[in-house]
């Protein structure tokens, strides 16, 4: 049995990512950790298979309890982040407390432990803006706010 972190499994895009996880995979576990703040929301992963699935309430930015969850897992995919370009004007601190040391916690506890994969979601916000077509994962990045400033830094 493969046991898979998911940090912010409690959002829209990683409590998706949790139930698609358990449905197609039956040798995975997933712990889920989630600070359940503004985008999280446990209702969202009603119905999912119990004997499977563990969630335990914790912050990224909190290194022991990122281990802490860590432990034991093969895998960790990160959905977790503060989000949204207008939060990050009103106050940036939250955006580098859990975008940029949430993200070192993770990889620091992934590479401790032994965990054989990290998957980082990001967003295409780090690229900057573009008039036409799309960006490529090769092309520079060019934050332009907080928001994807610590994406960016995370990454």
Known sequence: ???ILVTGG???IGSHF???QLDRYPDVQIVNFDKLT???NLDNLRGVDESRYTFIRGDIADAAAVAQAMAGCDAVVNFAAETHVDRSILGASEFIDTDVRGVHNIVEAARKLGASRVVLVSTDEVYGSIDRGS???TDPVAPRNPYS???AGAN
């Open 1 to 3: 049995m493969k046991t």
């Open 10 to 12: 409690a959002g829209f």
């Open 18 to 20: 949790v139930k698609y």
């Open 38 to 40: 503004y985008a999280g």
């Open 135 to 137: 960006f490529s994962e």
């Open 149 to 151: 400033a610590s994406k």
